[in-house]
């Protein structure tokens, strides 16, 4: 476990403020927002976990040969896979959340977006400083 934390310190803390913003009770605002507020923050809150576990990832393993079954089981599913939870745990553990389909589509937009800008804009780019 301390391997991952040393290896993935930024990844690791952007996973634990999203189970925060996931599970705390947020306080009633009455300012007009347009529709759909919560999908670009569930898009942009799982865009950037996956990035930054792309980033970390790339970053950490340059001089060596890429794994493609850990990058994507590590950046791709298993960030798909923990929306889902935390979508399933705001439904069932919570009374002031619930859990929306659109919200996990949303998390998947946020992942697959992520990972395609990674792989084909950081990866050649982190690949060709090393």
């Known amino acids: 476990m301390l391997y991952y ?6 990844s690791l803390t952007i ?3 999203v189970l925060y913003l996931s599970f705390f009770k ?19 809150m799982y865009g950037g976990m996956s990035g930054m576990l792309w980033l970390e990832y790339l970053l950490n393993h340059r ?19 923990f929306s889902g939870i935390v979508e399933l745990g ?13 919200d996990f589509l949303a998390n998947t937009g ?3 977006t992520a990972s395609l800008f990674c792989w084909y804009v950081l990866r050649p780019r982190i690949i060709k400083k090393s």
């Not at 947020?26 to 898009?43: E, N, R």
């Open 63 to 81: 001089r060596e040969r890429l794994s493609i079954k850990h990058i994507v089981v590590g950046a791709i599913l298993c960030p798909i896979m």
């Open 110 to 112: 946020g992942v697959l």
């Open 15 to 17: 996973i634990l403020i």
């Open 26 to 44: 947020p306080p009633s605002l009455d300012m007009p927002f347009f529709p759909g507020i919560d999908k670009v923050a569930h898009f942009c």
């Open 5 to 10: 934390i040393k290896k993935y310190p930024f």
């Open 90 to 102: 705001q439904e069932y553990l919570t009374a002031y959340r619930g859990g929306d389909w659109f």
